[in-house]
């Protein structure tokens, strides 16, 4: 045994109260036995009584005899011995859980529009803004998907490719602005043609698209429909997000700082047409709580399954109590055959 093992072994920790409360007991039940110990010292003194001599000190001057607290130091090794083996007995433990988990993964691509009409204000602050709050809080209950970024207005362009680094991604997300794409109009083919370009050599079984637009397709070179044909052959499906309320809108302040109202309209049938023909589904957000209603169903229709591996090391620390019982009990045996235990007896 070297030195560092000896002082392991005669530490005081191993008798500290933060100690003791920081285990885990394997036989939690034995810890009960303490409660014995009480019964076991009044046993032992009447047995004891039972058992008493005459000694070189007489009894009315034992109180008197200045060493006399020395008949009490035998018991007191038994009981510590007793309470140290009770611990041993209880198996006192700590135990590390490692979780691993991990999951096939699904690839999705969010799709979103950032044209002018998403500074409409009929959402809180506006359009754009308040779908990339809800994007955020869909990316953050995601696990192991891997997750990409296409904007789009009058040209669309591929903003983040398939990632699993979240924190980098919501970073791109909180950099969107009108001013990304110059070009105004609506680009929805194309948008939907980029992001399956991104997702075509993908090998996840299930492969998603979101797409959000407040606008008809009024720019870029692909028809929606044909863009959506080309996503259905590589396995996406679409899901379409309408958002927006038809009739007046707050759109900004006129020159005087008043609200400034526009007439909207939308018309469904070009995003609805994209959902029908990749099997996905189609949606009409009105507000903010009804578009985060609406991703948080996608959440719960794509959900991988999320596996895990748990490893538990466990370490015992009874032995250290076993030794000490072991030593306080030999040193109790001792003093019963010396004068501790017999001259002083009464």
Do not use: H
């Not at 109260?17 to 034995?30: A, P, S």
């Not at 130091?73 to 011995?81: A, H, T, V, Y």
């Not at 043609?193 to 637009?213: D, F, G, H, P, V």
């Amino acid at each position: 045994m070297n030195k560092n093992s000896l002082q392991g072994w005669f530490s005081s920790e191993w008798f500290s109260i933060n100690q003791l409360l920081n285990y885990e007991w394997y036989n939690e039940y034995i810890l009960y036995l303490f409660f014995g110990i009480p019964f076991f010292i009044i046993l032992n003194k009447v047995l004891s009584k039972k058992a008493t001599f005459e000694v070189s000190i007489p009894k009315k001057e034992l109180s008197n005899f200045k060493y006399s607290f020395l008949r009490f130091i035998p018991n007191l090794f038994f009981i510590i011995s007793l309470s140290l083996l009770i611990i041993s007995l209880a198996r006192p433990q700590k135990s590390n859980e490692k979780i691993e988990k991990w999951s096939e993964g699904i690839d999705i691509m969010l799709v979103i529009d950032i044209s002018e009409s998403m500074q409409i204000e009929d959402f809180t602050p506006n359009r754009l803004e308040s779908a990339k709050s809800v994007a955020k809080n869909f990316i953050d209950q995601r696990f192991q998907d891997r997750i990409g970024l296409v904007v789009f207005s009058g040209e669309s362009y591929s903003r983040c490719p398939l990632t699993s680094d979240y924190t980098l991604l919501k970073k791109y997300i909180d950099e969107i602005n009108f001013d990304l794409i110059s070009s105004r109009g609506t680009a929805i083919g194309s948008a939907i043609a980029i992001a399956t370009n991104r997702m075509r050599e993908s090998i996840s079984k299930t492969k998603i698209l979101i797409l959000l637009s407040d606008g008809d397709n009024t720019a870029g070179n692909i028809d929606p429909l044909t863009a959506s044909e080309i996503a259905k052959a590589y396995g996406i499906k679409i899901y379409s997000i309408a958002i927006g309320k038809n009739g007046k809108v707050p759109f900004g302040k006129d020159y005087f700082g008043r609200t400034r109202y526009v007439e909207n309209s939308l018309d469904e049938k070009n995003l609805r047409d994209i959902a029908t023909t990749t099997e996905g589904k189609f949606y009409r957000a009105s507000d903010n709580k009804s578009l985060q209603n609406i991703f948080t169903e996608i959440d719960t229709f794509e959900k991988s399954e999320i596996k895990e591996n748990r490893y538990k090391n466990t370490l015992d620390f009874y032995q250290y109590y076993l030794l000490w019982g072991i030593i306080f009990l030999l040193i109790f045996i001792l003093l019963k055959s010396t004068f501790v235990n017999n001259i002083l007896k009464d």
